[in-house]
């Protein structure tokens, strides 16, 4: 379905997040399942050795059982995402545990600076940002909640490849995008990856 420019981008969030919205807990989970299947067979992320996620909101692509097993696992680093003002920072995590509730309620590790995502550590490690999103397209469009969180920090650190997470139905055929919208490397659905 094409989405026309006069209708306005939050009208647009409305009408994909209510059809997110109406997966129940089972399709979430079986669908974000799938997600994680094809997210780990990407070269990107057989690459990473730096894995920086979100994590999970309301009726987001869950990440939560992704984040368990690569902690689990080892031999990766884990960064989580923390809102600072109009910002958010990405503080390396070791166990779930070292989350609590922040902005908006969204689990977050505390504010340590020693434990920061840092451009050197941009440069020093091949690193894959993990992006939530409400509305997709087909040309790696991407649509946020609004407050440009991703875009910034993602225009901040180019180096990074990025990889989207979302369920099939938040995929129009098209939508708008401004100068600065960031569009990631590719969008992983469980359906397959969108490049």
């Known amino acids: 379905m094409e989405v026309r420019g006069h209708i306005s981008k939050q009208s647009i969030r409305n009408r994909y997040l209510g059809m997110r ?3 129940s807990y089972g399709e979430r989970l079986a669908k974000s399942q799938r997600i994680w299947e094809f997210l780990k067979k990407e070269p990107v992320f057989e690459s990473a050795e730096a894995v920086l996620v979100y994590m999970d909101y309301r009726s987001e692509v869950m990440t939560t059982g992704l984040v368990e097993e690569l902690l689990a696992k080892g031999g990766r680093r884990i960064f989580a995402p923390r809102v600072l003002g109009m910002n958010i920072s990405f503080y390396e995590i070791s166990s779930l545990e070292e989350l609590g509730p922040g902005y908006q309620d ?7 600076e020693r434990k920061m995502f840092t451009h050197k550590l941009a440069k020093d490690l091949k690193s ?4 939530p999103g409400a509305v997709f397209d087909r040309q790696r469009g991407r649509m946020g909640y609004g407050k440009g969180f991703y875009d910034r920090f993602l225009a ?13 139905c938040q995929v129009a055929k098209k939508i708008p995008m401004e100068e600065h919208d960031i569009r990631p490397d590719i969008i ?5 990856v969108i490049r």
């Open 128 to 131: 894959l940002v993990l992006i």
């Open 106 to 112: 969204i689990r977050e590790p505390a504010q340590d």
């Open 188 to 192: 992983v659905t469980e359906t397959g």
């Open 21 to 23: 919205n109406n997966l």
């Open 156 to 168: 901040e650190y180019i180096e990074l490849s990025g990889a989207a997470l979302a369920f099939e």
